[in-house]
């Protein structure tokens, strides 16, 4: 009986995926059409392959992720408001990510990958909030919110390098997160302890900072060498957040 349950809830979450890739396809299509409209054809179709490379990987994260839509151990039918704030969020960095073949925006456009990912920083902190409030907090959205935001903060400081804004080092900012990922799985796969990180606001606040600075850097508020040195203040202690938790997690550091 519970089999059965699950496998329904599990069709029908997967029909879910088909509407949200559907209208996810038809946004980028329309952002695509006005693109042709800004841009040469060939600099909007680079936007669009790229865009489309990031939107293909998310919802193949979301597709993978999908029987992990439990608050506890009953499989949920609905993504829920939250996750799909999530997939929103995840489709405004893709729409960033296609900025990074093209040349730096001017005149009107100039603010618009500084929008895109503030709006996107933005909602990372509302999805949270509306989860909890309409009890609808799975660890299928906790797992997509944290993929979705380490995105961000790779494909952000990647185009702030290209525009001049920030220098090449700061792109450890977006690498530090799949360093931890891939020190985490060598250990599981050599067969050494993996200890439990500990609870703290840390990491969500400093990852919330990275994400404001990312926004306001991409804009043209925001110039070097002012971007650089405020760039140290914010990297010091992100950085230091995940050498912590690496010490945590081999063991170095008690709980």
Same mark, same amino acid.
């Given at each position: ?11 029908? !979450? ?5 509407? #949200?890739?559907? +209208?996810?396809? !038809? +946004? ?15 600099? /909007?179709? &680079? ?49 960033? /990510? ?16 500084? /929008? ?6 933005? !909602? ?18 906790? &797992? ?21 804004? !920030? ?8 690498? #530090? ?58 990297? +010091? ?19």
């Amino acid at each position: 009986m519970i089999d059965a349950y699950a496998g329904r809830a599990l069709r029908r !979450l997967r029909l879910r995926w088909v509407v #949200a890739a559907s +209208v996810s396809v !038809l +946004v980028t299509a329309l952002a695509y059409d006005q693109f042709v409209d800004r841009f040469a054809t060939d600099l /909007a179709r &680079r936007w669009l392959a790229l865009s489309a490379v990031v939107l293909v990987y998310e919802f193949a994260l979301l597709w993978r992720f999908l029987p992990r839509n439990r608050a506890g151990e009953e499989l949920s039918p609905s993504l829920g408001p939250a996750t799909l704030l999530t997939v929103v969020r995840g489709v405004l960095v893709a729409f960033l /990510a296609g900025f990074l073949l093209l040349p730096r925006p001017t005149e009107s456009l100039v603010w618009l990958p500084a /929008a895109l990912y503030g709006l996107a920083a933005l !909602l990372d902190y509302v999805d949270g909030t509306i989860a909890r409030l309409t009890d609808h907090v799975t660890t299928l959205g906790a &797992r997509l919110d944290v993929e979705i935001d380490a995105l961000g903060i790779l494909i952000a400081p990647l185009l702030a390098v290209i525009y001049g804004q !920030l220098p090449v080092w700061y792109l450890l900012a977006g690498a #530090a997160r799949y360093i931890f990922v891939a020190g985490k799985w060598h250990r599981r796969r050599t067969g050494k302890a993996i200890n439990d990180l500990p609870a703290g606001p840390a990491s969500r606040i400093l990852a919330g900072v990275q994400m404001a600075f990312l926004a306001v850097v991409l804009s043209p508020l925001l110039t070097p060498p002012e971007a650089t040195s405020l760039g140290v203040a914010v990297l +010091v202690p992100f950085l230091a957040n995940f050498l912590r938790d690496w010490w945590h997690l081999t063991g170095r550091l008690p709980r």
